[in-house]
């Protein structure tokens, strides 16, 4: 079989299992007229490409393809393990706040819209990448005019203490009954 038709197939596959319901393996082979046996050898080379494809049974026995939907909350672990980084859970709050921020853009609700998915992810590509850019320099005023203006930093760091005081708080069991009080600063 020559290469492009292999890729052809391929794509069409992903398209198949990325349905909100899925597909079973008999029936993407049926529509992809492909026997199962190069079905499942499709799905292989899609999940070593680095497609996160996973299978379940459907209510009638066979086994369904489907496209597994990483939150935000998977992203930082999927993207350590396949790239060997140490991103923690604190740097997913980047992810959040592209997403936020793409999310109210009319060009990208319009985009959304209009087109499916493979063709939403080509138009706003560009828009992500602007939207990191402009996220990255925000992030670095914050910290520059935290750092050096102490009216904004004594608005700011109450708030932020208090939120990290009462997150650990909640995290540990009872600290909301005999803790101590948090010291004050003199």
Avoid at 23 to 38: K, N, P
Wanted: net charge negative; with cysteine; glycine share 8%.
């Amino acid at each position: 079989m020559p290469r492009g038709d292999q890729l052809a197939r391929q794509w069409r596959l992903i398209q198949l299992i990325d349905r909100p319901q899925g597909i079973t393996v008999d029936d993407a082979a049926r529509e992809l007229a492909c026997t199962v046996r190069t079905l499942w050898r499709d799905l292989g080379v899609l999940q070593q490409a680095g497609f996160p494809v996973y299978t379940e049974r459907a209510a009638d026995g066979n086994r369904k393809a489907k496209d597994e939907k990483a939150p935000l909350s998977e992203i930082i672990e999927v993207l350590n393990e396949r790239f060997g980084t140490q991103f923690s859970e604190e740097d997913r709050l980047f992810f959040q706040q592209i997403k936020e921020k793409a999310c109210k853009s009319e060009q990208v609700i319009q985009t959304a819209m209009a087109n499916p998915l493979d063709k939403f992810e080509l138009g706003i590509r560009k828009h992500i990448e602007s939207l990191m850019i402009e996220r990255m320099g925000g992030n670095d005023k914050i910290v520059t005019r935290y750092m050096a203006d102490q009216e904004f930093q004594g608005s700011a760091f109450p708030i932020l203490a208090r939120e990290i005081f009462e997150a650990v708080r909640s995290k540990m069991p009872g600290a909301a009954e005999g803790g101590q009080e948090p010291a004050s600063e003199g």
